[in-house]
């Protein structure tokens, strides 16, 4: 079974660079047909969904966050990473790393996700 498990800071300060690791157990990001993704909720809203590297290394991006956003990965450490620079407090929220199955072809449709990480709150303020 595949867990996931996200990592890094708690506190960001404003223009800072956000780094959070998702580590994956239980299945390799690099083979078989899976989206590896990261999305967010800040406090009073619903999930948003951030960008996706495929198990083939392409990324995708939100056409809302994709000047700010890299996503990147580490194959040997089965792990993949997000980047969110010059942050802002509205980026406060709670971000997740999730998989989805290949056969489901929109990255923003949340449900179709089968596996999640905890979540990680993160704040930006100074």
């Known amino acids: 079974q595949v867990q996931l498990k996200e990592s890094g800071p708690v506190l960001v300060q404003p223009g800072q660079t956000l780094t959070l690791t998702c580590t994956v157990s239980g299945g390799s990001i690099s083979k078989g047909y899976y989206y590896w993704s990261w999305i967010r909720q800040p406090p009073g809203k619903g999930r948003q969904w951030i960008g996706t590297?495929?198990?083939?290394?392409?990324?995708y991006y939100s056409p809302d966050l994709i000047s700010r956003t890299s996503i990147s990965r580490d194959t040997s450490r089965n792990q993949y990473t997000l980047q969110l620079k010059s942050v802002i407090p509205e980026d406060t929220a709670v971000y997740y790393c999730?998989?989805?199955?290949?056969?489901?072809?929109?990255?923003?449709?949340?449900?179709?996700?089968?596996?999640w990480g905890q979540g990680t709150q993160v704040t930006v303020s100074s």
């Open positions: 590297i495929a198990y083939s290394g392409t990324d």
């Open positions: 999730a998989r989805l199955p290949i056969t489901m072809t929109a990255l923003d449709r949340l449900e179709e996700y089968d596996s």
